[in-house]
């Protein structure tokens, strides 16, 4: 960094600047490089201006940072020490950058003089997150903020002197600075069958928009538009029939990533597609019919109520027709639990069982899943983080991999910030996706089970209690009722069911399309 100030001056200033952008929550991981970045905050957060968590699992600090800044809007900045502590937050900071998050990762770095000498901890850290704008002067982090729509990397060189007994004072938060909604407004004709196709963190503006056309939604679990006039049930299931020959146009909004029929749907070149968003969120490479806009707006809608009914009336058949599928119990228990509160879900099988269960056009939710990328990476941290910027109910859902692959995401200090949450495991030992996909056909059994279904056999119950975790093992009947009750704390609730039977409810799911 050019600015020739002692490493508590430049501290200070990095509060200072984080306070004009409005932030509220903060994350650090501990480290020598990044002491003076860590005390100015702990400062901060004892004048109660910036909430602090603390965690020492770096990549599990910045789905933390991810989580808060899902469920908040607000950029939420995470600070390393330097060296492997800052590629630690790559995995959160690429699921940021797909999926457009604010999370500012705030990297303490050795001077630059010493960049290609053997010094300690000292790699090159610029430039370490392809794609992600980068800063390395505090003055330059408004003007990112401002012209970005995701995550931040403000590297920032620290000489010795690292920390001095200092003074911590900070101005009280005026938060006057606003990001108005922008964009041009994109009016098509009301001509042509219309079905919208809302993937994660869709515009909401699309649900009114779609009501007064009389388009159906294919609105994924963490689209916001669940619960839209329009939206119907099972939809990439209703795709595997006859109605899609009848579409003429598509609007599509977010990043739909969650079934190959959507995704099939929005790669045809043969009907004209509009996008709300842009290359970055469409789930392919868009060819000459595809339309970018930031709105959508109707030309003098006059809805055919005949082409929405026999949308609505074929995926409500098919939902119906799954209500005694057992594999889908626990995803139907743990929707209805969360009510109109926070509901957090993990990758792979969770989320499309959800989509198939979850009720439309009645009041949802609020979804959040790590779409960008769609890992099961740091679920739990993006899950503690969420329920921490939230108030009311807040529900996980994840699979035993993904649990077990961000365990460390129950790792924290018994004094740091921690929500009423309950993660519920739906536990199959294993990769039980795998077993709807190509490589679970018979051909591949020999194989299978060690290199795709990977059971572990790992005790969730004792991982649970190193962290000290409240757990309980439940019956798939039980579960509603332990639901019923709001935790007080972090609670997880383990629900073993077995793999088998997935590629079959597959194969029923498939057949009912054809109906």
């Not at 899943?369 to 108030?391: F, K, M, Q």
Request: with cysteine; net charge negative; glycine share 10%.
């Amino acid at each position: 960094m050019s600015e020739q100030l002692r490493a508590v001056d430049i501290a200070r200033r990095l509060v200072t600047a984080l306070l004009a952008q409005e932030v509220t929550d903060a994350v650090i991981s501990p480290g020598s490089r990044s002491g003076p970045l860590a005390l100015a905050l702990h400062a901060a957060d004892d004048q109660g201006l910036i909430r602090l968590h603390v965690r020492v699992d770096e990549r599990e600090a910045g789905f933390l940072a991810l989580g808060l800044a899902k469920a908040s809007g607000r950029l939420t900045p995470v600070v390393t020490t330097s060296g492997t502590a800052v590629a630690n937050l790559h995995p959160a900071l690429l699921e940021a950058l797909h999926s457009r998050i604010p999370v500012l990762a705030i990297t303490a770095d050795r001077p630059a003089r010493l960049r290609g000498t053997g010094a300690n901890q000292t790699t090159t850290q610029p430039g370490m997150f392809p794609g992600v704008t980068q800063t390395d002067r505090i003055t330059g982090l408004a003007g990112a903020v401002r012209e970005t729509r995701g995550p931040i990397h403000l590297n920032i060189e620290l000489d010795e002197p690292l920390v001095e007994s200092v003074s911590w004072d900070f101005p009280q938060n005026s938060w006057s600075m606003s990001r108005p909604e922008s964009g041009v407004v994109h009016t098509i004709d009301d001509g042509p069958r219309t079905i919208v196709v809302a993937g994660d963190d869709a515009d909401p503006g699309l649900a009114a928009v779609a009501k007064q056309a009389g388009w159906p939604i294919i609105a994924e679990p963490s689209s916001g538009l669940r619960g839209a006039p329009t939206s119907i049930a099972c939809g990439r299931v209703v795709l595997g029939s006859r109605m899609i020959e009848r579409i003429e146009r598509i609007v599509s909004a977010g990043h739909p990533t969650l079934s190959r029929p959507v995704t099939n749907l929005l790669t045809r070149t043969n009907l004209p597609i509009v996008h709300v968003g842009d290359a970055s969120t469409f789930p392919g490479v868009a060819g000459a019919n595809v339309t970018f806009a930031d709105h959508v707006a109707v030309r003098s809608p006059s809805p055919d109520p005949e082409w929405l009914r026999s949308w609505i009336q074929a995926g409500d058949r098919i939902q119906n027709a799954l209500l005694d599928a057992e594999q889908l119990t626990v995803a139907r228990d743990v929707w209805e639990a969360a009510g109109r509160g926070l509901l957090v879900l993990g990758s792979s099988n969770v989320i499309r069982d959800v989509d198939l269960v979850a009720p439309v056009r009645t009041p949802a939710p609020r979804v959040l899943a790590n779409r960008g990328l769609a890992g099961i990476d740091g679920t739990i941290s993006t899950a503690v983080g969420a329920a921490l910027g939230h108030y009311g109910r807040a529900i996980a859902l994840m699979g035993d991999l993904t649990f077990l692959h961000g365990a460390n995401g129950l790792l924290m200090g018994p004094i740091e910030p921690c929500p009423d949450l309950t993660i519920v495991v739906l536990n199959d030992d294993g990769g039980g996706i795998f077993h709807t996909l190509e490589q679970g056909a018979p051909e591949y059994a020999t194989a299978f089970e060690r290199v795709f279904g990977t059971p572990t056999r790992t005790a969730i119950d004792a991982l649970c209690a190193a962290h000290g975790v409240r757990h309980r093992l439940v019956e798939v009947d039980q579960l509603s009722a332990y639901l019923s009750r709001a935790p007080v704390g972090l609670e997880v609730l383990e629900v073993r069911v077995p793999r088998a039977g997935r590629r079959a409810l597959q194969s029923v799911v498939s057949g009912l399309a054809a109906v």
